[in-house]
């Protein structure tokens, strides 16, 4: 592409395929403030526990955007030779977004459960942990 300008470099071993850095690390660090702050005291803090964990769903939202607008991870996951970290990987990711969402359902209806939110955080830190132990491979 002469003259223009991607987003995407091209794959190379080592390249990190979705912005881990600028997006990842903010939500697990906001989620797990927002999840700290509301544990410091439920009554004083909601509300900024809320803004936190929504900002930190926002983030991953996007994260997934820019993960799967990229043509080189269909090609990654059509290959039937995914290795097991990859694919413990993705399933982690899938499995705390589900659940970042079903927190962010029940904190706006008003019910008040932790454990969607603390299985997100846990899932989110593992993939984050997960997805730099691979790029430093």
């Known amino acids: 592409m002469v003259g223009q300008q991607t987003l995407w470099v091209p794959l190379q071993a080592g390249t990190n395929l979705h912005l881990t850095v600028y997006l990842g690390l903010p939500a697990i660090v906001l989620l797990a403030i927002g999840t700290l702050l509301y544990y410091y005291s439920k009554e004083k803090y909601t509300f900024a526990h809320g803004i936190c964990a929504g900002l930190s769903l926002l983030l991953t939202s996007v ?3 820019a993960i799967l607008s990229d043509p080189r991870i269909a090609a990654m996951l ?9 694919f413990i990987h993705i399933i982690l990711g899938i499995v705390g977004y589900l659940f970042g969402i079903l927190a962010f359902l029940t904190g706006i209806s008003g019910i008040r459960v932790h454990w969607p939110g603390l299985i997100a955080l846990v899932c989110w830190t593992t993939v984050f942990v997960m997805g730099y132990v691979q790029f430093m491979m």
């Open 78 to 86: 059509a290959n039937p030779f995914l290795d097991i970290f990859h």
């Open 63 to 65: 994260n997934i955007v």
